[in-house]
């Protein structure tokens, strides 16, 4: 697979969406990708949490892939979204914890991608935000449904009708973020709740 890597130790399953020169965006083969390495690693018994998390110190997900979004049309444009919509999904309904590591940009499709996760661990550089607006459409990816079950709905319709984003700081007070570790530990810290969760 080229775009998205994933290691298995022990309980553990890293899974690194790899574009670092899109800054992590999911275009359609990412999707797929991504989609095959999760249902390769739910029908593993012996795994017992997951971490998903962006390669390189920038970005865990900045969204969609606009380049290639803006050529679909309004059917390919469906079929992308359910395309993500089924991965999602499929991750909300894993039978392992999964967390989401997010070193970075977490914008459209990686908030989106973030709220699927059980549990979100961020980075001090993490921005979150659901800037579709900005763009003239609206998050395609569930965005609008979890979303607001994991903040109030209120700061969730902020977030999705201003395009505005919010820091790290922001997101651990809104309750998107479970907590905020030095970018540099992250991933370290992110392992450690293997031994905490009682999995
Ligand atoms: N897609 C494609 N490429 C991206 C990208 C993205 N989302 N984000 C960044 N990149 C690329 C940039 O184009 C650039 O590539 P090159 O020009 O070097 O080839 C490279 O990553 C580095 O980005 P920057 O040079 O822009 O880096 P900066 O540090 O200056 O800025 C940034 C970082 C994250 C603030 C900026 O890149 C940015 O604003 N990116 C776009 C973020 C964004 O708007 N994300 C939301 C995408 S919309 C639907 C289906 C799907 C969706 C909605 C509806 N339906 C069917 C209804 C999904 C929507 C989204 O996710």
């Known amino acids: 697979m080229e775009n998205v890597l994933c290691k298995i130790e022990g309980y553990l399953a890293e899974v690194i969406i790899n574009r670092p020169k899109a800054l992590n965006a999911l275009n359609s083969q990412t999707l797929k990708e991504l989609g095959m ?4 690693i739910k029908e593993k018994d012996d795994v017992k949490v997951v971490i998903i998390t962006g390669s390189g110190e920038k970005s865990f ?6 380049k290639e979004m ?8 469906r079929k992308l979204a359910r395309i993500a919509q089924r991965v999602f999904s499929e991750i909300e309904h894993m039978p392992q ?8 940009y977490a914008l459209g499709g990686g908030c989106e991608l973030a709220s699927a996760c059980d549990i ?7 921005k ?17 449904q979890r979303l607001p079950r994991l903040v109030a709905r209120g700061i969730a319709k902020e977030l999705i009708f201003t395009g505005n984003m919010i820091d790290a700081e922001e997101a651990y007070r809104i309750g998107l973020a ?3 570790y030095d970018l540099d530990n992250l ?3 992110a392992k450690k709740w293997l031994k905490r969760l009682r999995v």
């Open 37 to 40: 390495v999760i249902d390769e």
């Open 61 to 66: 997900v900045a969204g969609a892939d606009i």
């Open 70 to 77: 803006q050529n679909l049309n309004a059917m390919e444009g």
């Open 97 to 104: 914890v999964v967390i989401a590591a997010v070193n970075g």
């Open 120 to 126: 979100r661990l961020v980075s001090k550089n993490a």
């Open 128 to 144: 979150f935000g659901q800037p579709e607006v900005t763009l003239g459409i609206t998050p395609g990816f569930a965005g609008t």
């Open 178 to 180: 479970n907590k905020v």
């Open 187 to 189: 991933m370290e810290e």
